[in-house]
């Protein structure tokens, strides 16, 4: 299993690697630069900026640049924010998204199994047909007419919460609250759909047979004979939720005003600021390929049939 | 040994009717079948797929997944109460228990996510009070000697993949027999195995059921396997028990059709010639949604009279405990009569 671990951890190198390359080729591929928007530059200060930021020099050469500098860990400068580089901006605000990423995680996977399981054990009942009516809302509203209905009820019409906001600029935690819920609608309504039907197969396979032939509870069949095979492509699904529950709460974050990564993510492809989306592009790459290995960590856990050399 | 059938009966079951609702109508899966299971006694249950021989055995187990499928008469009689109509609590200390069942597919019928050791354990402390878990673990690997797991002591914590199909099917056994069941029902116990696994999960049966007194019943649609096993054999067709003798004399004188088309069917080493086609039955089993009310079986039967097409044929008693339900073997009066109240 170390062993395992490792070569995994090994093996990101290269996927990394080949990400990078992409999206600096890339980015650079998209009409406009950098220095698009200042409309008057005189050639001088232009040519100055542009040995600055080594933008005069072939492509390939500053490709070596960066490539040297991100793995001593410095992801340069933005081109845009004149007064830090890109790590800091991406310290300041990537922990803000990882805490709305986790609370909204959170809140899914409990609500979400507990329904989803509710409505398997239940199924064709009124909660069945509730709470599945509920995740088909959920998936299908959008994010920017969740939440400012949130903040219309909750925060204007009810005022128990605050409309937006983050505990970090002293506001307070229940600052957290309504982005995390309208973060989580999409999520947990995956989730409690996958749970039920995953859990669905489970209670008709031989096994449960095997299990209520036995003379068990029903509760005790599908807590200790069910469930772990129910959650099996839940947390599959888990993996890739949680990095786009970080990368998509770019919308949630404009609209509470949470100071996080989405908004760097947005206004730095608006911007050309190749440093910046790049860098953020390594964020979310890692955070994604981290979460799958931890998912295959889990799956090992769960199912005895899977074991890795 | 005295005849099994002057034995004590453990279960005695009472024209059992179980019913699917389905939107093409009801499906009369198991109509009217009734049979009695002596002590010790291995019972055979034949029948081609859809004949109602398993969903006899879930209704007895209560386990008929419900809707669609209800039990809507009959009795099952175990010790001296109808377990048809237990409440659910009542049934759970039967299950697993007095009455165990075994499946047809050994390679699923385990949980693939537990231990052979957990699903050991929980069967015997779900129904022996107050026995602690080295106990159940003790008695685990005890049982698990006994159908011939080698090395039991340390396998019982192995996970089902570990085990190749033939000894999960052992697994299962030790799991059924684990609370000295009283009978065991054992559904296509070897459908799903090769050849010579099957004659030794067969052998372990016998062997096991012997030893621990446990009657059986077994559900089969290998007359080969019904010879070898079982003291007393029914025969099912269309939900309904159309023939029932002990096993060397419906091998030696079928009296149902049916019964007789099945043994034909079966390939012979000493009375079939070279370059000879293997009998089989024409036709197909009959669809069992709406059935009318008359013989399923005449249709494909080569002695088929205009009684047959009107109505079901009685019960009647060839003597020694061998039943038929055929106008074969009734009188003139008797069809005429049954032929007139079906006309009217």
């Not at chain 1, 080729?25 to 001088?44: C, H, K, M, Q, Y």
């Not at chain 2, 609590?89 to 537990?114: A, H, V, W, Y």
């Not at chain 2, 065991?184 to 070897?190: F, G, H, N, Q, V």
């Not at chain 2, 149902?256 to 000493?270: A, F, N, Q, W």
């Amino acid at each position: 299993m170390t062993k395992y671990i490792v070569n995994r951890i090994l093996g990101m190198i290269p996927t990394l690697f080949i990400i990078i390359t992409l999206s600096f080729f890339i980015v650079r591929i998209a009409p406009g630069g950098p220095l698009s928007a200042e409309r008057n530059l005189t050639d001088v200060v232009r040519r100055n900026i542009e040995a600055k930021y080594h933008l005069d020099e072939p492509l390939i050469k500053q490709y070596a640049r960066y490539m040297f500098d991100v793995m001593r860990g410095d992801l340069g400068p933005s081109f845009k924010y004149k007064d830090y580089d890109v790590n800091y901006y991406i310290a300041t605000s990537l922990p803000k998204s990882i805490v709305l990423g986790i609370c909204a995680m959170a809140i899914s996977v409990t609500i979400g199994m507990g329904i989803g399981i509710i409505a398997a054990v239940r199924q064709n009942s009124w909660i069945d047909y509730l709470t599945m009516g509920l995740a088909v809302i959920g998936i299908s509203v959008p994010l920017f007419v969740i939440a400012p209905v949130f903040q219309l009820i909750f925060a204007v019409k009810l005022k128990w919460l605050p409309t937006s906001g983050w505990y970090t600029t002293g506001e307070g935690y229940l600052t957290i609250i309504l982005p995390a819920v309208s973060l989580s609608f999409e999520y947990f309504a995956n989730i409690a759909r996958l749970t039920r039907s995953s859990m669905l197969e489970t209670l008709r396979s031989d096994y449960i047979r095997t299990a209520k032939a036995k003379g068990m509870k029903r509760s005790a069949i599908i807590f200790k004979h069910a469930m772990k095979g129910a959650l099996l492509p839940v947390v599959s699904y888990l993996g890739p939720a949680f990095a786009g529950i970080i990368t998509g709460s770019v919308v949630v974050e404009q609209i509470f005003r949470v100071p996080g990564l989405g908004k760097f993510f947005v206004q730095s492809s608006f911007n050309r600021d190749y440093t910046l989306i790049v860098g953020v592009v390594i964020v979310y790459s890692v955070i994604l390929i981290f979460m799958n290995f931890i998912v295959d960590i889990i799956y090992a856990q769960l199912d005895p049939r899977i074991t890795y050399k | 040994m005295s005849p099994v059938n002057d034995r004590e009966v453990v279960l005695d079951v009472r024209n059992l009717q179980t019913y699917f609702k389905t939107d093409a109508g009801i499906v009369k899966a198991v109509d009217g079948v009734s049979f009695t299971l002596h002590k010790g006694q291995t019972l055979g249950i034949v029948g081609e797929s859809g004949s109602g021989k398993s969903v006899t055995n879930l209704s007895i187990m209560r386990l008929i997944p419900s809707p669609p499928g209800k039990v809507v008469g009959g009795e099952a009689i175990f010790e001296g109460t109808d377990i048809l109509a237990l409440e659910e609590k009542e049934m759970r200390t039967i299950r697993g228990n007095k009455i165990s069942m075994i499946f047809q597919d050994p390679m699923t019928s385990l949980n693939p996510f537990l231990r052979i050791s957990t699903q050991m354990i929980e069967t015997i402390r779900l129904h022996t009070k107050g026995i602690s878990k080295n106990e159940a673990l003790e008695r685990s690997i005890e049982m698990l000697k006994l159908v011939g797991i080698p090395s039991a002591k340390k396998r019982v914590h192995a996970y089902p993949h570990q085990f190749s199909g033939g000894m999960r099917q052992r697994v299962m056994i030790a799991m059924a027999l684990s609370c000295n069941a009283e009978i065991l029902i054992a559904d296509e116990p070897t459908t799903a195995l090769d050849v010579t696994i099957q004659a030794q999960i067969l052998d372990l049966i016998k062997n096991l059921s012997e030893k621990m007194g446990t009657s059986v019943i077994l559900i089969t649609h290998d007359l080969g396997v019904v010879a070898g096993m079982c003291d007393e054999v029914c025969v099912m067709y269309a939900g309904r028990i159309v023939e029932k003798a002990e096993t060397e004399k419906l091998y030696a004188f079928p009296a149902h059709p049916y019964t007789e088309g099945l043994i034909k069917s079966v390939p012979r080493m000493d009375t079939s010639k070279k370059g000879e086609r293997l009998y089989s039955i024409e036709g197909q089993p009959p669809n069992v949604i709406d059935l009318p009310p008359c013989c399923p079986f005449h249709p494909r039967c080569p002695k088929a009279m205009d009684v047959c097409r009107a109505s079901y044929a009685p019960i009647t008693d060839l003597g020694e405990g061998h039943e038929v339900a055929c106008w074969l073997y009734n009188s003139e009066e008797e069809k005429a009569v049954a032929l007139k109240e079906a006309q009217a």
